[in-house]
């Protein structure tokens, strides 16, 4: 997939942020997103951030996950101070998450929940998208729930399973944003629900309509485009820090001798 039609703006690096419900598939997401981003050759930096609690009621602070990436055309150490886009699934999500977007930053929002019910929960007395709160910021209220379940209405789910794939709608309009190669998110959607057609048809779907959503519309008149970084030659693996953190365990009980144990959660 790729777009020609807009006005496409180069960066340097930039800072991404998905933010929603425990449930909401936003490691996933995070997660597909940078192993496009590895693919495109940028350097990049991680933080995933789980709920403390397992599973806090649906709609509240406590149950906000986020991951966020860092990514750039040259050697980087962390994964940012503050991000410059935010992407948030629910009312929650922004609270939780809008203070750390540096001022004049991306806001996507899925404005599908931000019924008083879901408002109050988040601590909200009035929806921000109806108020100056979020002046400060450019934001783009949309349904990303509604659009989703509209994208894959062919294949014969049920409502809630039709919105489950909201994630990959905003992770096609978020790698678009910033030209993302999609191959490698279209064969992983394609092995992981193999065994499920109609939910690998509707993330694959989802996913496309996100894409050719941010190529069309005139709400994202600009792309970004983030070269890929300097690196010397050789066979480099992308990792997480439990992974780098558990090699590094067995490497130890390796070189000295001795057994080893490692007690973690999740």
Partial sequence: MASESKRVEKLDRVVIRFAGDSGDGMQLTGDRFTQETAAFGNDLSTLPNFPAEIRAPQGTLPGVSSFQVHFADH??????????????MNPAALAANIDALRPGGIVIVDSHDFTKRN???AGYEVS?????SLADYQVHALDLTGMTVGAVAGFGLGRKDAARSKNMFALGLVSWMYGRPTDSTLAYLETKFAAKPAIRDANV???KAGWYFGETTEAFAVSYEIAPARMDSGRYRNITGNTALA???????QRSG???FLGAYP
């Fill in 247 to 253: 090699y590094g365990i067995v490497a130890a009980g």
């Fill in 128 to 132: 921000p998208l109806d108020d100056d």
């Fill in 258 to 260: 001795l057994p080893v």
């Fill in 119 to 121: 408002l109050a929960k």
């Fill in 75 to 88: 050697d980087i150490l962390t994964p940012g101070d503050r991000p410059d886009v935010l992407v948030a």
């Fill in 205 to 207: 779907a989802a996913f």
